[in-house]
């Protein structure tokens, strides 16, 4: 069944796991599988992995979900309901929560074609390229995106200096980014934790050594000074994130205003706090906490150490009951995928407990729609619709009601 609006946030979360590519299927392929063949074969898991890759490459196009001209991600475009095909207005604007996963997958198509090729690289590829192109082909592209999409930070960051390399929410065209009207010196921590970690993912991919011959010029000569810019411009972003966002105590704030945009100095006193709210969750704004912490410029481990016992106490374990075979899982805000998105980037799996506890959400969450007779797994998107007027749902995250105690109901 389609979904009524492709979203970029939830679209390269399910690529990012993927690590194979292959043949093309009918668009409707799911049915062609039983839940026995994905849980008892890795060949049709593999398979089902690369139809979903294969197929998502049909949102990686101009116009639908990005701009190949600036380099720049769109949200996403609607689709009409009964045929799939695009239907009404483009969403002409963006983020870093949309930037970040772009430029990992990116990153990740590009190690393919290097000497170090990281597991997701084959599946980023085709979402990245699709199937039809070659090594070669797919190299340029990939570097002429990347080359855009920076030019596009660069432009951004020379006109409004005071964001200090940080994005808001912003329109799109096709030479620029500028920010939508209701984010004019504001900018999100939560959003640009996640983009920053891609932009040094995608610094790295750009310095390993090619196994594939780069035979476009001018952008093939350009890849060392990409890769350059690409450092730099991290460099940046964890250099300006304790200024910019860091009040004090522990607390992270979660929305800045800029009082001038323009200034060139990144000067505390230029920056507060939106609200009261900070970015003290558990989930993927642990992202910029680890920024702050690994390269912030801190007077003491004791002062840095904060950040986290600030927030612990969010860190809660609750039990999904399992029909008297509890699981205990971490609490989620809506236990919604998109929570998980810290996993993806930094190592916490390779800490045991931690893998134990992950997959025990998981396992929570797979054994609820099993029990309930549900065909997926719930998470944050669009609601399934009878006509082209799709309403968000953000209580389905799934056992949602029995993980959010104290937490206020979302809408509808």
């Known amino acids: 069944m389609p979904f009524p609006v492709m979203n970029l946030g939830l679209l390269m979360f399910v ?83 949309k930037e970040g996963p772009h430029l990992t997958l990116l990153a990740l198509a590009l190690f393919q074609l290097t000497d170090s090729p990281l597991p997701g690289d084959n599946y980023a590829a085709t979402f990245i390229c699709g199937e039809d192109r070659s090594s070669e082909s797919c190299l340029a592209y990939i570097l002429t995106l990347l080359d ?5 930070y660069e432009g951004f960051r020379k006109l409004q200096p005071a964001f200090g390399g940080f994005l808001p929410w912003f329109a799109v065209n096709d030479t620029d980014l500028v920010p939508t009207w209701d984010w004019v010196g504001r900018v999100p921590a939560l959003d640009n934790g996640q983009l920053a970690w891609a932009v040094k993912l995608a610094a790295a991919a750009l310095a390993k050594p090619l196994r594939v011959r780069c035979l476009s010029e001018p952008i093939c000569g350009k890849r060392a000074a990409i890769a350059q810019r690409y450092a730099d411009y991290f460099d940046t972003m964890a250099r300006n994130a304790r200024p910019i966002f860091y009040e004090g105590a522990g607390k992270v704030r979660a929305v800045v205003v800029i009082k001038d945009v323009t200034r060139t100095d990144i000067d505390p006193a230029n920056y507060r706090s939106e609200s009261p709210w900070y970015l003290d969750d558990p989930y993927e704004g642990e992202l910029f906490t680890w920024l702050l912490d690994l390269y912030g410029e801190w007077p003491s481990d004791e002062a840095r150490d904060v950040l986290w016992t600030y927030k612990r106490g969010k860190f809660q374990a609750v039990d999904y009951p399992n029909g008297g075979h509890p699981i205990t899982v971490a609490k989620g805000w809506w236990f919604s995928s998109h929570e998980q998105w810290k996993y993806m980037v930094m190592p916490y799996l390779d800490v045991a407990i931690v893998r134990r506890v992950f997959l025990n959400g998981e396992r929570a969450r797979s054994q609820h729609s099993a029990t309930n007779g549900i065909p997926g797994l719930f998470a944050c998107v669009t609601d399934i619709a009878t006509d082209n007027t799709p309403r968000l749902r953000l209580r389905d995250g799934h056992p949602v009601d029995r993980l959010r105690e104290g937490r206020p109901d979302g809408p509808a």
């Open 148 to 152: 855009r999409k920076m030019t596009s």
């Open 15 to 97: 690529m990012l796991l993927m690590n194979s590519v292959g043949a093309k299927a009918p668009c409707r392929f799911a049915s062609q599988y039983t839940i026995q063949d994905l849980v008892s074969s890795s060949v049709a898991r593999d398979q089902f992995m690369r139809n979903v890759a294969a197929w998502e490459h049909e949102f990686h196009q101009h116009g639908v979900g990005l701009n190949e001209n600036s380099g720049l991600t769109y949200d996403g475009h609607p689709i009409e309901f009964n045929s799939g095909i695009l239907y009404g207005k483009l969403h002409e604007f963006s983020a870093s929560s």
